[in-house]
């Protein structure tokens, strides 16, 4: 188990451009998190899957942001029309059923939105 | 919703020193406190946590104390070493299951 698993590094885009992150969970993790960190600032959530199901959204999350976990296992966050203000860096975390708090990290996908 | 403060912002100890990190939470009803420790260019890790039905927890050289009267809770680190430089968070549960609201990080630079 290689842990929380999250790609790209790093990305880099234009305003206005669409972009997709990727995370693959621990596996045997039903629950799946993503969090927005920005510099010197804490993480915030931004919306929590059990399995496939999408549990909880933040009102963070405009209706630029969609995430998906198709078959609960790996999961999409999507930003359209990206703005400056979306860059962050955009963690992903994972948790198993029998200790749902006890969350594990990815390292993250650094966004910069030039 | 949850409001998480954390105090101080940053903390610069010399190595074998202790080191204190507080946070306060404004919902009473936030039953799960962790403490998670971040460096450079990597994820939030945990490094300890707290439930409410328990006022102190220790683990080796760091400790956490929870006063639910007055809705805080403390990191302690005895025997600082220069490998505890980094940025540790305290969080919340919020009542509402499944998330984690984050205090806005601590800065720890031991020097040795």
């Known amino acids: 188990d290689t842990g929380v698993s999250q790609d790209p590094r790093h990305k880099i885009t234009k305003r206005g451009q669409n972009v997709t992150f990727r995370c693959d969970p621990i596996s045997e993790h039903n629950r799946l998190y993503w969090y927005r960190q920005t510099l010197g600032q804490g993480p915030e959530f931004l919306t929590y899957?059990?399995?496939?199901?999408?549990?909880?959204k933040s009102r963070l999350l405009s209706d630029r942001f969609s995430a998906e976990r198709p078959k609960g296992s790996f999961s999409t966050l999507e930003i359209q029309r990206t703005e400056q203000g979306d860059s962050a860096m955009y963690l992903c975390?994972?948790?198993?059923?029998?200790?749902?708090?006890?969350?594990?990290f990815g390292s993250g996908t650094r966004l910069t939105v030039v | 919703g949850e409001n998480v403060e954390q105090h101080p912002s940053t903390l610069s100890v010399q190595e074998g020193d202790s080191a204190v990190i507080k946070c306060t939470y404004s919902?009473?009803?936030?039953?799960?406190f962790p403490w998670y420790k971040q460096e450079l260019g990597k994820g939030p890790q945990l490094i300890i946590d707290?439930?409410?039905?328990?006022g102190e927890k220790k683990d080796q050289r760091i400790a956490v104390t929870l006063n639910k009267t007055a809705k805080h809770f403390s990191l302690h680190i005895t025997e600082t070493q220069p490998e505890d430089s980094a940025v540790y968070f305290c969080?919340?549960?919020?009542?509402?299951?499944?998330?984690?609201?984050f205090g806005a990080g601590t800065q720890v630079v031991v020097t040795p």
């Open positions: 899957f059990q399995n496939e199901a999408q549990l909880e």
């Open positions: 707290i439930r409410s039905n328990v």
């Open positions: 975390a994972s948790s198993p059923g029998d200790r749902p708090m006890s969350y594990t």
């Open positions: 969080a919340a549960k919020t009542p509402s299951w499944g998330k984690l609201q």
């Open positions: 919902d009473s009803a936030s039953n799960y």
